[in-house]
């Protein structure tokens, strides 16, 4: 599931970067690349960043509740151990 959403977060920044051209430049990076809003390749690509948002609405609980977790962990441990094992001060 980390893959899962590591894929929709790099869609929703490209999907962000997407909107943030529309916005400035009413250029649309998608179309321009597929050729055109309605081209399948487009329409495929909206879809993914769609379903990307759905997933990490779905997801952020789960998320934050991880974050949360490990920042506590280095608040009591005073270390960021990624790998499980005992860090400086532990034993």
């Given at each position: 599931?980390?893959?899962?959403?590591?894929?929709?977060?790099?869609?929703?920044?490209?999907?962000?970067?997407?909107?943030?051209l529309?916005?400035?430049?009413?250029?649309?990076?998608v179309?321009?690349?597929?050729?055109?809003?309605?081209?399948?390749?487009?329409?495929?690509v909206?879809?993914?960043?769609?379903?990307?948002?759905?997933?990490?609405?779905?997801?952020?609980?789960?998320?934050?509740?991880?974050?949360?977790?490990?920042?506590?962990?280095?608040?009591?441990?005073?270390?960021?151990?990624?790998?499980?094992g005992p860090?400086?001060g532990?034993?």
């Amino acid at each position: 599931m980390r893959v899962i959403t590591m894929i929709a977060l790099i869609l929703l920044i490209v999907g962000g970067l997407n909107w943030l051209l529309v916005g400035l430049f009413q250029f649309d990076l998608v179309a321009a690349l597929f050729g055109g809003q309605s081209e399948i390749l487009s329409r495929i690509v909206y879809v993914l960043v769609g379903l990307s948002a759905i997933w990490v609405l779905i997801r952020t609980p789960t998320l934050l509740d991880r974050s949360s977790d490990h920042n506590v962990d280095v608040a009591r441990h005073g270390t960021r151990d990624t790998m499980g094992g005992p860090g400086p001060g532990r034993t």
